[in-house]
Structures are given as C-alpha cells and as structure tokens.
C-alpha cells in the first residue's frame, strides 16, 4: 500500500475522532481520553507508516503550558489532551496557524456563551465546548496534510 495512501486514510480517521469528540464535548463537555489516545496513536502510526511528521517539541511545550493553564482553573484538561495529540501530528510551519485557528474559531463559541449567561442566568455557570473550535482548526490547518486525496 502506498504511504500517501495510509496518510490519507490516518488523517480521515483522525477527523472521523474529531466529529465524535465535537459531540461528546457539545452533549456532554467531556472529551473522551480513549477519542484523544487513538487520534495520538494514528498521528504516531501514521509517522512510522504514512508520511507524516513527529513534532513532539510542540505538543510538549503545550503541554506543559496547558497543564499550567489546567491548574489556573483557566481550560479544561480535556482540551489540552486534544490540542497535545493533534499539535504531534502538525507540521512546525503550520503550529501558529493551529493555535490562531482555534483561538478565531472559539470567539464565537464565547460569544454565544455569554449571551446565553446574559440571557438565561444559570445558576451553575456556562462552560465552552472548545473541542468544536480545536476540531474545526484541525480540520483546516490538516487539509494541507493530504497528499493524494487533494
């Protein structure tokens, strides 16, 4: 099988991973670690058998960022796991682009939030389903990942 082939079909999957953790993150705030350990394990298999690329020194600063980020009360840890395993799988000219992505993406998600707490007035607060914006970037910023597909 042809490796451009295999990165085609890993970043399908990946994307497939995406819709279903925009839905458990849109129904039920929560993103499923097992939805975060296979998008981790396709961008390394995807490494070792389709053409794609390890950039681990992002994923791991933003790790270590988001964690910070996670004990400040200020993301979910959800968020982060998702953002770590699919910074590995981006290409180091497009990390910005991924994170300016999201951050573009989630304004109307916050905008929406605050309307809605301006509106309703819940007494248990409003949280943001962000892995919608996170998804949404990597489903952009992957298209350019494609090779055969495109």
């Known amino acids: 099988m042809n490796q451009l082939l295999i990165n085609d079909v890993i970043i399908l999957t990946i994307w497939g991973c995406l819709l279903v953790a925009c839905y458990t993150d849109l129904t039920r705030r929560i993103i499923s670690n097992y939805i975060v350990c296979i998008i981790f394990i396709l961008a ?38 998702l953002i770590t395993a699919l910074l590995i799988s981006i290409p180091p000219n497009d990390v910005w682009g991924f994170l300016v992505l999201i951050t573009l993406l989630g304004l109307p998600i916050a905008i929406i939030a605050i309307i809605y707490k301006y509106i309703k007035k819940p007494k248990a607060g409003v949280t943001l389903p962000y892995g919608l914006a996170i998804s949404g970037s990597y489903f952009l910023t992957s298209i350019t990942l494609f090779k055969t597909v495109f």
């Open 44 to 81: 390394i298999l995807n490494f070792i058998f389709g053409a794609g690329q390890l950039n681990y020194k992002a994923s791991g600063i933003f790790l270590i960022c988001g964690l910070f980020m996670f004990y400040c009360r200020l993301v979910g840890a959800g968020d982060i796991k």
